[in-house]
């Protein structure tokens, strides 16, 4: 069986038109969630602690090396006695050698109604002395299983007496 020309054309018109199809079919939900998280860093309460760091240098996000673990509280407003959602679970590691940047692998587990049981997978690098701060969102479980989008960090307030943070997350997601 010889293949002509016109076999090689509609072969190639058939598979556009199937490409375009299925790219036209497979158009995924985008939604936005906004939450806020607890950021406490020093004291009985704290929900940051710095883990392990480079012998003989002080752990701090400004010191290279240092590596933190977080467990921050989700809520649904900025006010700390406000619903809790989830947990925003994860490593911070100071990345840069001028402590600029940070790497975050954070996970949100969530336990409200909703989203119970499911989580979303945020990963990247946090240049932590801007005011918002871009990370992608990698993965998720549950209601966002295969979740991508992005996640923008936002601090709203800053207590130094505490170091606490309240922090406006808003994630745009795509789920197919």
């Known amino acids: 069986m010889a293949t002509t020309p016109i076999k090689i054309i509609s072969l190639t018109i058939l598979l556009f ?10 158009q995924p ?7 806020y998280l607890q950021d406490v860093g020093k004291g009985p309460r704290a ?7 480079i012998n003989g240098k ?12 977080v467990d921050d509280p989700v ?15 994860g490593i911070i590691t100071v990345t840069s ?3 600029a940047n940070v790497n975050i692998v954070l996970s949100i587990v969530f336990n409200s109604a909703q989203y119970a ?5 945020i990963q990247g690098t946090s240049r932590q002395r801007d005011n918002l701060r871009e990370l992608g969102v990698v993965s998720g479980t549950g209601r966002f299983r295969f979740a991508r989008g ?4 936002e601090t709203l307030s800053y207590d130094p007496t505490y170091s606490q943070s309240v922090i406006r997350l808003t994630v745009t997601l795509a789920i197919p």
């Open 97 to 99: 050698q001028d402590g």
């Open 75 to 89: 809520t649904i407003s900025p006010s700390s006695y406000s619903t809790q959602i989830g947990r925003a679970q």
């Open 29 to 35: 939900n985008q939604s936005t969630l906004v939450f």
């Open 117 to 121: 049981g499911s989580t979303l997978e």
């Open 47 to 53: 929900t940051v602690s710095p883990v392990i760091g």
């Open 150 to 153: 992005f996640a923008v960090f």
């Open 17 to 26: 038109i199937t490409i375009s199809i299925a790219n036209g079919q497979a």
């Open 58 to 69: 002080v752990w701090s996000y400004n010191t290279f090396g240092t590596i933190f673990v």
